[in-house]
């Protein structure tokens, strides 16, 4: 079969997909109820179904009646018996997958179960809805004519455990990939599923240059790495002068606004077509389907239940949640889930609104924990990246990466927040960026204006540029290069601000 009938008759099959997908669209509360219940059946004899009554269990309200919310360290001593290999403990029979997440860079990994059924019903489902979705949007799209390149990490097995392996959710997916489907991927899966990332980077860098790529996805700032080196190996000045019909970039874990000019350079024509997704170690719970907005479109039967925590709950110790049909349109909520994996009232720390009711669209607003209120100006995720994005438009520089924490008032005479960046192009007053992305910050968040007034609470900010490769020499340090592992963006201390310089001055000191 020729590569271009492959593509028709895969291109006929995802048209079905879409049907699918708009039934779930057209039903959303039956779909999503019918997604609780296959959990609820699924869990029944386990030891975790004992353990809370599940057989006392018939709708939401005796749910949420019976079970607790629970974070990942209450799950872990159920995890660790199933890694251990013991069977039907939060999902009947032994679990033998398990994707470790790492969303920031914090020493502790978590070890995602993913059950066969998850894994087939949730992620497997949801990336073939993501296809479908893409030749919806953009039919000339060829995704089963060219290569098609996911930036990876790792799979691995248990020491106390040779049976069970681990990686992040993209190892995993990419690892049981169909056999039909792996011709169409680069680099080989040797390569992509390399441990060393930058034997693997600088391997890809030689193998995908040479193929003609037509979908991309990965999280920005290991992407940029690639295509940067890339550019450097093939001695030009843009990737479509390497991959000239690349169509599609699918990205996702942090905010794309800052990469979006290194982006847009690499990609100058437009051609490329940006699409965020929410796809967490825990499940698939959201893809953009429209490419003039930026909101996501919520996945409701895909393996995944999800509850709504308004944010006049976060602080008590049991807080209660809301459902789907009770949801309001942009009010932050922070989600707990269910899956077909065993994970039951489990809260992610991600914070969402909802953009949208019909469909149910939502758009990620930060972590719960990724937030500094070091002087009652809670500043969130979304309002950084917003800030810095149009701050880079304004003085014409460009981003690799940043993190901000605070100096409180104990260390200088006022409250202060510090931006450590590391520019690609770096604007040219350090001072009248710090400036603007002061304003910025004002604009969009009324606490922080309100902290800023007078100078009297907060000075304003400062900007220390740092040196090419800061943060991935800390990321190597920390054993979270490349992969999903992501720089954290806001911290309440200076612990992770502290660490990077301290970094950067035993490398002076070395000079």
Not at 120 to 134: E, F, N, Q, V
Not at 321 to 344: D, N
Not at 346 to 368: A, C, H, M, Q
């Amino acid at each position: 079969m020729t590569l271009s009938a492959t593509n028709f008759i895969l291109k006929q099959y995802l048209k079905t997909r879409q049907k699918r997908l708009h039934r779930v669209m057209q039903e959303p509360l039956t779909c999503h109820q019918g997604t609780l219940a296959e959990i609820l059946n699924t869990q029944q004899n386990t030891a975790w179904g004992n353990q809370f009554c599940y057989h006392q269990i018939s709708d939401l309200k005796s749910y949420k009646k019976q079970v607790p919310i629970h974070r990942y360290e209450e799950f872990y001593p159920w995890i660790k018996k199933m890694i251990e290999g013991q069977p039907d403990v939060l999902h009947p029979g032994v679990i033998t997958r398990f994707a470790r997440s790492s969303g920031t860079s914090n020493d502790k990994s978590k070890y995602i179960p993913l059950a066969d059924k998850m894994l087939s019903a949730g992620h497997d489902t949801a990336s073939w809805d993501l296809l479908s979705t893409i030749y919806d949007l953009r039919p000339d799209t060829k995704i089963f004519v060219n290569k098609n390149l996911i930036m990876g990490g790792s799979i691995h097995s248990f020491d106390e455990n040779p049976n069970a392996i681990y990686g992040d959710i993209s190892a995993i997916t990419l690892n049981n990939l169909p056999p039909f489907s792996r011709p169409y991927y680069t680099p080989d899966f040797e390569t992509a599923l390399l441990d060393d990332w930058e034997e693997k980077i600088s391997l890809m860098v030689k193998i995908c240059s040479e193929v003609k790529v037509e979908m991309m996805a990965g999280v920005p700032s290991w992407t940029l790495v690639l295509l940067q080196k890339i550019i450097e190996y093939k001695k030009v000045e843009t990737m479509e002068q390497v991959w000239n019909e690349a169509s599609i970039y699918i990205h996702g874990g942090v905010g794309f606004e800052p990469y979006r000019k290194s982006f847009d350079s690499l990609f100058p024509s437009k051609r490329l077509a940006y699409m965020e997704v929410y796809n967490a170690s825990e499940g698939f719970f959201a893809f953009q389907n429209d490419l003039n907005t930026d909101d996501l479109l919520l996945l409701l039967d895909h393996g995944v239940y999800f509850e709504f925590i308004p944010t006049e709950e976060f602080g008590k110790t049991h807080p209660e949640t809301i459902s789907l049909q009770e949801v309001e349109l942009h009010k932050t909520y922070a989600l707990v889930i269910s899956t077909l994996s065993g994970l039951s009232r489990y809260r992610l720390g991600d914070t969402i609104k909802f953009t949208s009711l019909n469909p149910f669209k939502i758009k990620i607003v930060g972590r719960e924990q990724q937030y500094i209120n070091a002087f009652g100006e809670e500043l969130m995720v979304h309002n950084a990246e917003s800030a810095i994005s149009r701050t880079a438009i304004k003085t014409n520089a460009t981003l690799k990466d940043y993190t901000v924490a605070p100096f409180y008032i104990a260390d200088v005479d006022r409250g202060k927040h510090e931006w450590l960046i590391e520019f690609e192009q770096e604007p040219e007053s350090l001072s009248r960026f710090a400036e603007e992305l002061d304003n910025e910050l004002k604009a969009i968040n009324s606490d922080y204006n309100a902290k800023r007034s007078y100078d009297l609470v907060m000075q304003q900010l400062t900007i220390t540029s740092l040196p090419s490769g800061t943060f991935n020499k800390w990321m190597r340090q920390k054993g979270k290069l490349g992969g999903q592992n992501k720089v954290p963006r806001l911290s309440n201390d200076r612990i992770i601000a502290e660490e990077i310089l301290k970094s950067i001055k035993n490398i002076n000191a070395k000079r």
